[in-house]
């Protein structure tokens, strides 16, 4: 299936490669380059390239491109999914999934892409079994590994890799048992200039960081499970309860894991939490023009938004800016012509607003009147969708575990497009202002 997989920087140099048939000549990689000067940002690149004899899909996690070499047809998805596995691995091994980390780790690098590809088809990508193959890295192990000359590969057989529960180790002990559950909502939005929602759907994700001892059976429910589309389960949940009862039934992994991730598409359920009112106008035949942006809040639903940043890409031929800001402090980039303002937190009876003049290139023709806006900010202990953890059942074991549910609403991503300008990006939804609904 996975012929070989390169890992490409941002600056396009190939630092690690990895065959496990034939060696395939990284020449291979000038159709990812071809098509990554093509595409207007990184993440725009295309995730599967049709070369004359292969096939290449591709992922872009943490400033790498994690490159594959496919020489027959294969399932997109699955490979990208096990790219995902592999990047996961990575962040969870080293604490981070960069260059760095990788350059400093290459020995385990190489063990763990030898144990979760076997011929070329994935073989072990829990975390649970990876850990008991190969030792995780720490500084004594390191200075032992050098002086005896030993490696971090384990000398038996995990035993969870041939039970039917692989993701899940036996004989896990804890003084404290806990388990935490982090709901993390983004939302995607389309606004029209009047401020009318044309798009909005929200997706989600269920974090947990599960640590039980023995093999607790865990019944999680939730107060309003059936505005939730397009589940993605991880596999240690229990289908068919979930289809007849909307509870997510399982025995969880030992650790951190992503236990589901979904969608909510019914507008009706979308609440926004700003808005956005901006002039930004420049005269015809003139050197300067007027910058207005005012900020307010829409539905917090009780909860402060904080955290919130704006900024903005002016045009080219913007020299510089005279701003007032209301709340907070501004800074201008003459080089990159980008407009930062930091905003701080929005207090309902003062609004923040950001007013002054803007001075043009003498005898510049005159530029768009709506530069794209981007707006980041955080709510916390607030699911957008409205979902809630109703309570959390253990099976299994006779112990009482400490629980917790956080809930956070984040940054959320909306694709620019040719019909939708200028783009308002929030964090926690991204609005894009148009001209009118189309």
């Not at 599967?48 to 096939?55: E, G, K, L, R």
Request: proline share 6%.
């Amino acid at each position: 299936m996975i012929h070989s997989l390169f890992l490409i920087n941002c600056s396009g140099d190939i630092f690690l490669e990895k065959h496990w048939k034939s060696v395939v000549s990284q020449s291979v990689c000038d159709y990812f380059f071809e098509a990554q000067e093509k595409a207007a940002d990184v993440e725009n690149v295309p995730p599967v390239i049709s070369t004359p004899h292969h096939y290449l899909i591709s992922i872009y996690r943490d400033k790498l491109f994690f490159v594959s070499v496919i020489q027959t047809e294969v399932p997109p998805l699955f490979v990208i999914e096990f790219l995902h596995r592999v990047a996961d691995t990575f962040q969870d091994y080293f604490g981070e999934c960069s260059e760095a980390a990788i350059k400093d780790n290459v020995v385990i690098v190489y063990e763990l892409l030898e144990e979760m590809l076997d011929n070329g088809f994935p073989l072990a990508t829990e975390s649970n079994i990876l850990k008991e193959l190969i030792k995780p890295p720490t500084i004594l192990r390191s200075v032992v590994n050098s002086i005896t000359g030993s490696s971090n590969v384990g000398d038996t057989l995990p035993t969870g890799q041939l039970s039917n529960i692989p993701w899940r180790r036996a004989g896990v002990k804890y003084t404290n048992n806990e388990a935490y559950f982090d709901v993390v909502e983004e939302i995607d939005a389309i606004i029209d200039k009047s401020g009318s929602t044309v798009f909005a759907e929200i997706q989600g994700v269920i974090d947990a960081c599960i640590k039980l001892s023995g093999m607790p059976d865990l019944s999680l429910s939730f107060m309003n499970p059936r505005l939730l589309d397009d589940v993605s389960f991880h596999p240690c949940i229990r289908f068919k309860r979930w289809e007849s009862e909307r509870v997510l039934s399982f025995i969880p992994p030992d650790g951190n894991f992503r236990l589901i991730s979904y969608r909510v598409s019914s507008q009706n359920l979308v609440a926004i939490p700003v808005y956005v009112k901006h002039s930004i106008s420049f005269k015809e035949n003139s050197s300067c023009g007027r910058f207005d942006i005012t900020i307010g809040p829409k539905q917090n639903m009780g909860k402060t938004i904080e955290g919130i940043t704006v900024t903005v890409h002016m045009p080219k031929v913007v020299l510089n800016m005279n701003l007032t800001p209301t709340q907070g402090s501004y800074t201008f980039d003459p080089v990159t012509k980008v407009l930062t303002w930091d905003v701080g937190k929005i207090t309902p009876q003062k609004l923040p607003s950001l007013k002054g003049l803007v001075n043009l290139q003498s005898g510049a023709p005159k530029p768009e009147e709506n530069p794209s806006l981007n707006i980041q900010f955080k709510i916390q202990q607030l699911a957008i969708s409205g979902l809630k953890v109703n309570r959390l059942d253990m099976y299994g074991e006779k112990y009482k575990p400490f629980k917790g549910v956080k809930y956070v609403t984040k940054a959320g991503k909306f694709q620019d497009s040719p019909y939708t300008h200028p783009i308002c990006a929030v964090e926690g939804y991204w609005l894009v202002l148009v001209q009118g609904a189309h």
